[in-house]
């Protein structure tokens, strides 16, 4: 789904590169987590597969497509929600439609079906100013979805979430997995949500790539939180985020 071979990137081309020869490679229906330390360059990945940004040196390739433009070609959440306080949840969500000049009318039962499952049926007409912080994750996420992009870029979707908001979102997303069949890229500074969603997670620290799998059954539940390999696998990620390697 995504293949990044040797990328180099620095702002302005001349500072100290953010990425030096990185390379990384996520298989179809994957679920990668990325984390790092704060300012590690998670978001400037992301903007460098969307094409926000163009590397310096390297070759970023989704669906082995090398050449030719990345805008448009993945579904891209940003940190904060962005959702237009003008519009409605569904005009918010029919958005990506709209630009892709798509009749979303045709699309309606769909959209409803989504809404459904979303757990957002109730707030259709609703303004985003209405709903709580979950809510509002999930109309974004749902918006995202509704690119129709096989890659999508999560980034920290549930970081603004206080803990028991963050576990439901948990819970609904974990069941939902199974049918979205999606290729996911999240990024997250919580180690404990990374593993417990994630097949593979990715560490960005000093522009290297560390990468380790995560060997948690699936289907998963939120219970597996007090599971010793999480337990453990999380000390380790621990160690490799604050120590010099
Ligand atoms: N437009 C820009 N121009 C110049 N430098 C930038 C720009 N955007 C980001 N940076 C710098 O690039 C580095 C990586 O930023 P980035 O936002 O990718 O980090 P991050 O790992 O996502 O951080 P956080 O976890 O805090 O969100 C930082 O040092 C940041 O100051």
């Known amino acids: 789904m995504l293949r990044i071979k040797n990328l180099s990137f620095s702002f302005n081309g001349k500072s100290k590169p953010i990425f030096y020869q990185l390379s990384m490679d996520v298989k179809a229906g994957e679920f990668v987590s990325i984390i790092g330390p704060s300012g ?27 050449s030719g433009s990345r805008l448009g070609s993945v579904g891209y959440m940003p940190q904060k929600d962005l959702l237009l306080p003008w519009r409605t949840v569904l005009e918010n969500v029919i958005l990506p439609c709209e630009i892709l000049k798509e009749d979303w009318r045709k699309k309606m039962p769909v959209i409803q079906e989504w809404l459904s499952r979303f757990d957002l049926s109730q707030y259709e007409n609703a303004y985003p100013d209405e709903l709580s912080g979950g809510m509002r994750q999930r109309i974004a996420f749902l918006r995202t979805l509704m690119t129709g992009r096989d890659l999508l870029l999560l980034d920290e979707p549930f970081g603004a979430l206080d803990s028991m908001t963050k576990r439901n979102m948990h819970r609904w997303l974990l069941g939902l997995w199974g049918e979205l069949k999606k290729t996911v890229l999240f990024i997250t500074h919580d180690l404990e949500e990374a593993i417990l969603l994630s097949d593979r997670i990715f560490l960005i620290k000093d522009g290297r790539v560390y990468e380790r799998k995560v060997h948690l059954a699936r289907p998963r539940s939120t219970e597996q939180i007090y599971h010793s390999e999480l337990i453990e696998m999380r000390k380790e990620l621990e160690k490799l985020i604050h120590h010099d390697n």
Not at 40 to 66: C, H, M, R, V, Y
């Open 40 to 66: 590690a360059g998670k978001s400037t990945l992301f903007k460098l597969i969307n094409g926000l940004l163009e590397p310096d040196e390297g070759e970023i390739q989704i669906k082995g497509n090398k």
